[in-house]
Nanobody, 116 residues
């Protein structure tokens, strides 16, 4: 059974930093895309950052220059380094993967709260 376990969320003051981690287990191979999404109350889930196995990355405009996505393919792990956090970054952050065969999986989410 595939599992995505996120950690690293919490409460931080504006301007602070957090690092989210997501470890994928359950015998998943050939992960093509690893990404982070977020969903704030009353809003739709949105892409924050994505990384492909080929090395390309993509960021939401709102986080460019502040957030960095990185991954370790050997460890099936993806991180999201979040710096200069703002109150509007408050949301539940979800880890997402898509395999080379097109199967997609989600984590359970981790809460990030940024106080002003």
């Amino acid at each position: 059974q595939v599992q995505l376990v996120e950690s690293g969320g919490g409460l931080v003051q504006a301007g602070g930093s957090l690092r989210l981690s997501c470890v994928v287990s359950g015998g998943v191979f050939s992960i093509n895309e690893m990404a982070w999404y977020r969903q704030a109350p009353g809003n739709q889930r949105e892409l924050v950052a994505a990384s492909t196995s080929g090395g390309s990355t993509n960021y939401a405009d709102s986080v460019k220059g502040r957030f960095t996505i990185s991954r370790d393919n050997a460890k099936n792990t993806v991180w999201l380094q979040m710096n200069s956090l703002k109150p509007e970054d408050t949301a539940v952050y979800y880890c997402y993967i898509r395999t080379a065969w097109g199967r997609a999986y989600w984590g359970q989410g981790t809460q990030v709260t940024v106080s002003s």
